[in-house]
């Protein structure tokens, strides 16, 4: 008996300190097993080989709501990071019950990552980690991308500047376009307002300007320092909604004309492609061109309310190509007289189809030839010519209303990426979530019927016949 409680207390012992020893070493080694079959939880070859050159600490700050499939998805990620790297220090809040911490970090919604360092803090909002996937049922997970882009600019701090126009009734970045200017701020890009009355002159360290939506003129001393701008190397991105008639654009029309474009004071309706039968809602179709990749290879549309078209030029600047992206359908007209309640075709109407943007590049040959200007990212592509100007007759696709809507803000930001030939400088492939699908033939649907409608239940009533039967003769 003796040896027998000796022998209790020794397992007691050796299973104890077996215990303790392997939470031990699970505290100081991590290993998880992916078993998903797109290996959505774990990191990529890039991000260790970024993870790896760390040589200072990084603080990555979640603020995500609890229990949501969205909150689990960035947990898991950032799980994986603090996993990783000692360097790296990853926590999680929710906005609503720390409210002082979300102000700290003007934190306004969930789902936003906060990268920092010691120096420098970029904030990835939920547009950054999530885009429509290639069907209508899937969602692609962009998370190791940008928070993986987000820590090598800590590094590197080579971020192109954006300086939106401001002046002429633009759009503001900061209050209408907030979450396009919030996405742009998450891929790295650094966004700026530029008063061109004010300012005298371009900055030198403008990679991008955008115009988002001029509802007044440009005076001739404003025109010509965009003008000197592009013809210097410099990139533009104009969107324009319809404007009242009353007032000319004179001066944004001069600049287009140095594009090569020519841009109708109109209101686009589309009764063939439009957004739930609201033909001044027309959704293009796409044309082949890198801007537009991105929409071809996930079967992408956009959606357009109230927008103007555009024509090219018979004579289009030699250097100069322009290609269109977007064009309506056959059916679509221009409304000319803008004041109508409805719009409906007549002989004043621009008939369709029409074009509501355009890209526009150097010639491969004048590519060649153009010096590398200071300011630029990369060196372009110089079998398709270098990007100059994007012009969208349509800012309204970016509200917030509308910024979420099929590819919208991929369109968006294919455009500006397209410009700044920055869409290669990290390429992490996306995590796709899909649930899974049964295709059932007519006959399958019909076995299925009858063995779960008929067969069953008429199974269960004779059961239940046989037992009240033998509990009757009982």
Avoid: C
Wanted: aromatic share 10%; hydrophobic share 40%; proline share 5%.
């Amino acid at each position: 008996m003796k040896y027998k409680g000796l022998s209790y207390t020794f397992v007691v012992v050796f299973l104890i300190t077996a215990l303790v020893g392997i939470n031990i070493a699970a505290a100081q080694y991590h290993y998880r097993w992916d078993l998903t079959q797109s290996h959505r939880f774990t990191l990529s070859k890039k991000t260790a080989e970024v993870i790896n050159q760390l040589n200072e600490k990084i603080k990555i700050t979640a603020f995500i709501a609890e229990n949501s499939s969205t909150g689990s998805d960035i947990k898991n990620l950032l799980k994986g990071y603090d996993f990783a790297s000692s360097k790296i220090d990853v926590s999680f809040f929710d906005p609503q019950k720390e409210p002082a911490l979300a102000k700290k970090y003007n934190v306004q919604e969930y789902n936003t990552i906060v990268v920092e360092d010691a120096k420098h803090r970029q904030t990835i909002s939920q547009y950054n980690l999530y885009s429509p996937g290639a069907n209508q049922y899937s969602m692609d997970f962009n998370g190791e991308q940008a928070v993986t882009r987000a820590i090598l600019n800590l590094k590197e701090q080579i971020n192109a500047v954006i300086y939106f126009l401001s002046g002429h009734g633009e759009a503001s970045p900061i209050s209408d376009l907030d979450k396009f200017n919030l996405f742009l701020k998450g891929e790295g890009y650094t966004s700026k307002q530029l008063e061109l009355p004010v300012e005298g002159r371009i900055p030198k360290d403008a990679n991008l300007i955008i115009a988002a939506g001029p509802q007044k003129d440009l005076i001739s001393k404003e025109r010509d320092l965009l003008e000197d701008y592009i013809k210097s190397g410099g990139k533009m991105l104009i969107f324009f909604d319809p404007t009242d008639p009353k007032v000319p654009l004179d001066g944004w029309k001069s600049l287009l004309a140095t594009l090569g474009l020519k841009m109708h004071d109109d209101i686009v309706a589309d009764s063939e492609r439009s957004f739930y039968s609201d033909p001044l809602t027309p959704v293009p179709m796409v044309e082949k061109h890198d801007v537009t990749d991105v929409l071809l290879e996930k079967k992408l549309s956009v959606v357009f309310p109230y927008a103007r078209s555009f024509e090219v030029l018979q004579q289009v600047p030699e250097e100069l190509q322009v290609n269109s992206l977007l064009i309506t359908s056959k059916k679509a007209f221009g409304e000319t007289e803008l004041e109508k309640v409805q719009a409906s075709l007549d002989e004043n109407d621009i008939p369709g189809p029409l074009h509501l943007a355009y890209a526009i590049s150097k010639t491969a040959e004048a590519s060649r030839q153009a010096p590398l200007e200071p300011n630029m990212i990369t060196a372009p592509d110089l079998e398709l010519g270098e990007p100059v100007a994007v012009v969208i007759g349509n800012l309204a696709f970016l509200g917030s209303q509308s910024i979420g809507l099929a590819g919208n803000l991929d369109f968006a930001a294919s455009s500006v990426n397209w410009l700044l030939q920055t869409s290669n400088l990290l390429s992490i492939p996306a995590k796709t979530t899909e649930p899974p699908f049964v295709n059932l033939t007519g006959e399958m649907v019909n076995k299925i019927f009858y063995a779960t409608v008929i067969f069953i239940p008429f199974l269960m009533l004779i059961i239940g016949f046989v037992m009240w039967l033998k509990r009757r003769n009982l």
